[in-house]
């Protein structure tokens, strides 16, 4: 066969051009969302805000208006009334900066442990790391319940009993913020990049700076925001270890629930701002967020 026969025609080979061209164009094309796809997400959306949105309609009414039936649809007239009762009543004021130092601590204190344990797990080779990879993910499967009794003793002999470093102390890092890290870390992070760094003569402090934080960034503020989520509504172990006298914001809405009658509206009062917290904070730090978890992605 010879070289003339091998020759593919040229009009071929111009049209074969012109699609490998139109394909690499359409690769790299935004994809347009049809209607359906509005649809569903108006859909979603709605779901998701009803619960809030009744929240603050409950609190906008009086007691007696949201035992009729049927129930209230839209806004009353009585919301700042009610937030100003349920801020008085429940002592909100000291609740709101005690969870936010408690909430704060837990974050900074999980993201920053939970990312040098991660790392560590991931990248660096030393004896029985299997096992206590495994241990830790074990902890994950012991119902908190169990742990309730030997830790109030524990802060009893400590003599923290009613103090903030008593919800502090047990959460300051976590089997699953450790383990969510190391999944991250072990394809975020090239081991390459790592064996540059020490034949630079960088430090273990300075690879950890300069080249494991940013690597971790996007999974750090995903974190970040589940462990302050989680920070601000625990309520289990805050109400055995505080009381109403030194307490976080769910400890101090539980006040509101007593009485004989309680008064629902003010509960949802209450409720309403105890949330108003955690939507200010994902405004101001949803796009942060939202951002470097698709800056990870395209890293990825």
Known sequence: MTASELTLPQSKVKSGGR??????????????????TYVVLTVFALVSLAPLVWTAIAASRTDQRLAQTPPPLWFGGNLFKNLQTAWDEAGLGTAMVNSTLV????????????????????????????????????????????????????????????????????????AFGTFFMRQY???ALPSELIEAARVDGASSLRIVWHVVFPAARPAMAVLGLLT????????????????????????????????YVPDQAVIMAGALL???????????????????????????
């Open 103 to 174: 909430a704060g601590t837990i974050t900074v204190s999980t993201v920053l442990f939970s990312t040098l344990a991660g790392f560590a797990f991931a990248k660096l080779k030393f004896k029985f790391s299997g096992v206590l990879l495994l241990l830790t993910i074990g902890t994950m499967m012991i119902p908190p319940q169990l742990a309730v009794v030997p830790l109030y003793l524990w802060m009893s002999d400590l003599g923290w009993s009613n103090q903030l470093q008593t919800v502090i102390l047990p959460t300051l890092v976590t």
């Open 185 to 187: 870390l072990v394809q």
């Open 19 to 36: 699609k490998s061209r139109h394909r690499m164009m359409g690769a790299g094309k935004q994809l347009n969302a049809g209607p359906v």
């Open 228 to 259: 302050f989520v989680f920070a601000w509504n625990d309520f289990l172990w805050p109400i055995i270890a505080l009381n109403q006298q030194n307490p976080t914001v769910q400890v101090a809405l539980n006040s509101l629930g007593t009485g």
């Open 274 to 300: 105890g949330t108003l917290p955690l939507l200010i904070a994902f405004l101001l730090f949803g796009k942060q967020i939202v951002g470097g978890i698709m800056q990870g992605a395209i890293k990825g």
